[in-house]
């Protein structure tokens, strides 16, 4: 089973609300992530989560908050966001298991569905 | 220079045909690499590793090349759901990271 769960699917939301972002994953694995997708491009990492701790931030604004209550669960808080900031929302997580080099099976990454995101 | 470029394509093929394409990465310290299709307003599915010696995945072949820092794949007897974008990613170290090409669209047609 590879399944990581997201939810909602879709939300709308205007410039002034609190909304929070899901992600669910039951593989044990240890690593999780929040990327931002506009369309036509590729996925933009935003956050990392190793071991239920913090472990990378891409520079994203304050008005996205992650938060990793244990390690299966994985939120995104929004807050005051930006027109600019609708796109899709995706949560991937990946085993991060000490391998042997150039195994790329060692930890390769599975993405949720994805949240869609409409900011008026 | 991007750290991974693809062509965008579009490749559009028949049914039952042959189609490749490449990604060239710029770092050659690079580690793992991966090709995953994602459709139209889905999320990315991961569709294969790609292994040093090559691998394939029944109608899907993917080849490493070292050397020229490029991964290739190819799908044979192309099926109509084989239409989506092929996302070429590479992680460049070891440290949760991967780059991602732009994608390259494949549209098959009956």
């Known amino acids: 089973d590879t399944e990581v769960t997201q939810t909602p699917k879709h939300l709308v939301m205007g410039m002034t609300n609190k909304k929070s972002l899901k992600c669910e994953q039951h593989m044990g694995h240890r690593a999780m992530y929040w990327y931002k997708q506009k369309a036509k491009k590729p996925p933009e990492l935003m956050f990392v989560?190793?071991?239920?701790?913090?472990?990378i931030n891409e520079s994203v604004p304050s008005r996205f908050s992650p938060e990793c209550p244990n390690s299966s669960l994985l939120n995104l808080h929004l807050h005051a966001l930006q027109p600019e900031d609708s796109a899709l929302y995706l949560c991937a997580s990946s085993p991060r298991t000490l391998g042997l080099a150039g195994d790329a099976s060692t930890d390769t990454q599975y993405f949720g569905p994805g949240t869609r995101l409409t900011v008026l | 220079r991007k750290e991974v470029e693809q062509d965008p394509g579009p490749f559009n093929v028949p049914e039952g045909a042959t189609v490749a394409f490449n990604c060239t990465y710029s770092?050659?310290?690079?580690?793992?690499f991966f090709w995953y299709r994602q459709d139209c307003r889905k999320e990315p599915k991961l569709l294969m590793s790609?292994?040093?010696s090559g691998n394939e995945d029944g109608r899907f072949t993917a080849q490493l090349n070292r050397a020229s820092q490029y991964i290739s794949l190819l799908i044979r007897d192309s099926k109509l759901s084989d239409s989506a974008t092929y996302l070429c990613?590479?992680?460049?170290?070891?440290?949760?990271?991967?780059?991602f090409g732009a994608g390259t669209t494949v549209t098959v047609r009956a």
């Open positions: 770092n050659s310290a690079s580690q793992s």
């Open positions: 790609v292994y040093s």
């Open positions: 990613v590479v992680e460049p170290s070891n440290d949760y990271k991967l780059s």
């Open positions: 989560y190793s071991y239920e701790k913090l472990s």
